[in-house]
């Protein structure tokens, strides 16, 4: 860990034992994103609640920008109970429980409505409450949208229009795997170096949620962008099961229905904010193409194959019973 964010870390735990010398529960909430990110604004909603539903037995702080370590070093943290509640990415839950790399399975969700109702539902507690055994306790799923394909050489309207594309991806091997059946060529690469890479034709391509692509102005460099959505972003909610279990049955409930409501700011925002942020690039010269339900259906057939040899090496019941959730919501 580096030295600023131990001193950090020293510094919250000396604020913890003057919190409780207090009788007052400080919880100490790292995240990743600036201030001006949206999960910053619903964490902001989630203090709010937390604070007013206990009557300030509980005093809320909201770290942003890593200032409490990476997740990684805020979960491991969060068992010493330095730090209560972090919100990592699936990718990074599943170094703690494997299960978890299933969200991050491409076309496992055919719409954004869907993908809430499995992870809202029996499928996401199911999955959520894996946690327990490792220390922690999971509140729900925060949503950061579809990852979406663009690139310089030619529109993805079909299967077919992936042959021979470099994109950079992130370090995802069923999401390497996947391109590939469709006949990219996907390379994984540090996102800071995307956008020269780009500029310079190191690689044609890249894939995130447009709101991203708008943000790091990748479009500056792009010409064609589709709706591919071949992967659903999340965040989740996780508290330390050692705090959580220290509360009251009316404080739980506070961190619970707050959880809710933050997610709720999340789900608002990122629908509200993908869509205006497509509009931004169309108008700034973007070439957006609609894939049709028929060519990502056949998408989602030729990567099947790959997501299946995944989830038999996560958890083939697990992911079993998350398609037939799927399909009774279609």
Avoid at 230 to 257: C, I, P
Wanted: proline residues 4%; negative net charge.
């Amino acid at each position: 860990m580096k030295l600023n964010k131990l001193f950090t870390l020293c510094a919250v735990s000396m604020i913890a034992v003057s919190s409780y010398a207090n009788a007052a529960k400080t919880m100490r909430i790292g995240i990743g994103v600036p201030e001006s990110h949206f999960e910053y604004a619903a964490m902001k909603k989630f203090e709010e609640h937390v604070e007013q539903a206990t009557n300030n037995s509980i005093d809320v702080k909201v770290f942003a920008n890593n200032q409490l370590g990476n997740d990684q070093e805020a979960l491991e943290a969060i068992k010493q109970n330095i730090v209560q509640m972090n919100l990592p990415s699936p990718a990074v839950l599943a170094n703690i429980v494997k299960d978890f790399n299933i969200l991050s399975l491409p076309f496992i969700f055919p719409t954004e409505d869907i993908a809430n109702q499995v992870v809202d539902g029996e499928w996401g507690q199911k999955l959520a409450s894996k946690l327990e055994r490792a220390g922690y306790v999971g509140l729900g799923y925060g949503n950061f949208g579809f990852r979406h394909v663009t690139n310089n050489t030619r529109p993805i309207a079909t299967a077919k229009d992936f042959d021979g594309l470099k994109l950079r991806t992130m370090q995802n091997k069923a999401h390497l795997d996947s391109f590939r059946a469709l006949g990219a060529n996907p390379t994984p690469m540090a996102f800071s170096e995307l956008f020269s890479s780009l500029q310079q034709g190191v690689v044609d391509g890249q894939e995130n949620p447009y709101t991203n692509i708008y943000s790091q102005r990748l479009y500056e460099v792009q010409k064609y962008v589709s709706n591919t959505g071949h992967v659903y972003s999340w965040v989740v909610f996780v508290v330390g099961k050692r705090f959580y279990n220290g509360l009251s049955e009316e404080e739980q409930t506070a961190l619970n229905d707050a959880a809710k409501i933050a997610i709720d700011h999340m789900r608002i925002s990122v629908r509200e904010q993908d869509k205006q942020s497509l509009q931004n690039m169309i108008d700034a010269g973007l070439v957006y193409t609609e894939i049709s339900p028929e060519e990502k259906a056949k998408m989602r057939e030729i990567v099947a194959p790959v997501v299946q040899q995944f989830a038999d090496d996560i958890n083939p019941e697990l992911y079993r019973e998350l398609t037939a959730t799927v399909d009774s919501l279609q």
